[in-house]
């Protein structure tokens, strides 16, 4: 997976995570278009980024345990010049 399709997914999961409308892992997944186990790698990149998030089995859904969420402000088309031209 590129570097962008890491940023696209964190972009999209935190989203998600903070709108309280992830479902199943697997209902993420497929929502994300990625397998179970790639799901569970972005999860654990958010830890490491400081965004920890839990399943709440009775609201069905991921969540932010503590209220911290992960933002991109990213030129996308000058990154891309940039490190295309390296």
Do not use: H
């Not at 590129?2 to 929502?31: D, H, W, Y």
């Amino acid at each position: 997976m590129t570097t962008f399709g890491v940023i696209e997914r964190l972009k999209a999961f935190t989203q998600i995570v903070r709108l309280n409308i992830t479902g199943s892992p697997k209902e993420l997944a497929n929502r994300l278009n990625i397998s179970e186990s790639t799901f569970y790698e972005i999860m654990d990149l958010c830890k490491d980024l400081g965004m920890e998030v839990r399943y709440n089995r009775q609201r069905r859904c991921y969540e932010s345990v503590n209220k911290k969420y992960l933002l991109f402000e990213l030129d996308e088309e000058e990154i891309k010049n940039k490190w295309s031209n390296e």
